[in-house]
């Protein structure tokens, strides 16, 4: 199966930096990833998501970054707040099969006020 | 709320028990799944169905049922579960099989415990 994980486990950034979680995948064959964040208590919730024929995309405050080349996906996230304070995980997906999700083990993002 | 309801928020049970889980969507979404989340583990996917037909089962035991009696309503039957199947178990819904264009919306999850 897929593999999909992340760098750090832990990040912890002061409030009002900019934060960036990383993500490595590989399956090559994915073409569609997606960043949830997950507060504690609560469900993963859709964040941002980026398809394989991009390399960036922005939201608002949310930057996806994705790197075909070395199969890595991030996630920029500017001036942090502490509601930004929650776990972030990738996922992605392939065109075939049942293209169900494949998700990382997440990294837990402190924002320090 | 995300339009994703789950019941119960958090549930123990005895080994020799038999539970259920329930989740419902009335965001018009035709495909449902189960997920387990363990702590320091990626999410697992459990179980998907497709209006209303199981089209992916990834080896769960089966002591774990699911059922969906229609395109809103997921259910996940327990019954002999051993402490190793205490986690958060979480239900998705999408509006494609598959349903990945979009992403899942989420419910907020069991947490169950097994003792």
């Known amino acids: 199966g897929e593999s999909v994980g992340l760098h750090l486990p832990t990040l912890s950034v002061q409030e009002g930096d900019n934060s960036i979680i990383n993500c490595a995948y590989s399956?090559?064959?994915?073409?569609?990833f997606i960043w949830y964040k997950q507060e504690s208590g609560k469900g993963p919730q859709f964040i941002i998501d980026i398809r394989s024929n991009m390399d960036k995309r922005q939201g608002q405050r949310v930057t996806v970054l994705l790197n075909k080349t070395v199969k890595h996906l991030s996630l920029q996230i500017a001036a942090t707040q502490p509601g930004d304070s929650a776990v972030y995980f990738c996922?992605?997906?392939?065109?075939?099969?049942?293209?169900?999700?494949?998700f990382g083990t997440g990294t837990r993002l402190t924002v320090i006020p | 709320e995300t339009g994703v309801t789950q019941t119960p928020r958090h549930l123990v049970m005895g080994m020799t028990n038999k539970k259920s889980l329930k989740c419902e969507q009335h965001?018009?979404?035709?495909?449902m799944y189960w997920y387990k989340q363990s702590a320091k583990k990626p999410l697992e996917l459990m179980f998907v169905?497709?209006?209303?037909?199981?089209?992916e089962n990834n080896s769960v035991p089966s002591r774990f049922s699911p059922e969906c009696p229609n395109s809103s309503h997921l259910f996940l039957h327990l019954h002999t579960l051993q402490p190793e199947d205490s986690a958060l178990y979480l239900c998705a819904s999408s509006p494609l099989q598959g349903g990945t264009r979009g992403g899942y919306t989420f419910g907020s999850g069991t947490r169950l415990t097994v003792v």
């Open positions: 996922a992605e997906s392939t065109q075939t099969g049942a293209n169900n999700l494949f």
């Open positions: 399956n090559s064959a994915s073409d569609y």
């Open positions: 169905y497709s209006l209303e037909e199981r089209v």
């Open positions: 965001l018009g979404h035709n495909a």
